[in-house]
């Protein structure tokens, strides 16, 4: 299995997580690496995006200054800090890995890590 989260879990409002992403199987600091979510009912959404170096990243709107992406190459394992939670980041949240090889490109998914913010 290319990806494997953890880190998820129950959590009150105002409360904080940090999530893991486990990447085996590819050359990962090769592979630009991203965290989704999908709510009950709503479409998956991008949550943040980090660049092969770790050089570049992107936040949508809604988790700008909450959440940080990061990534540690030696480790091949990606994270997201979740910070400030609110009942609208519940979710399953999963990691992508988006790695190219030539001419080739290899998409991975992780297979999600249920996130739910409640009091």
């Known amino acids: 299995v290319p990806l494997v989260e953890s880190g998820g879990g129950l959590v009150q409002p105002g409360g904080s997580l940090r999530l893991s992403c486990a990447a085996s199987?590819?050359?990962?600091?090769?592979?630009?690496m991203s965290w989704h979510r999908q709510a009950p009912g709503k479409e998956r959404e991008l949550v943040a995006f980090?660049?092969?170096?770790?050089?570049?990243?992107y936040y949508a709107d809604s988790v700008k200054g909450r959440f940080t992406i990061s990534r540690d190459n030696y480790k091949n394992t990606l994270y997201l800090q979740m910070n400030l939670l609110k009942p609208d980041d519940t979710a399953v949240y999963s990691c992508?890995?988006?790695?190219?090889?030539?001419?080739?490109?290899?998409?991975?998914w992780g297979q999600g890590t249920q996130v739910t913010v409640s009091s």
């Open positions: 980090i660049s092969d170096s770790g050089g570049s990243t």
């Open positions: 992508k890995a988006v790695h190219v090889l030539g001419v080739r490109t290899n998409t991975y």
């Open positions: 199987g590819f050359t990962f600091s090769s592979a630009a």
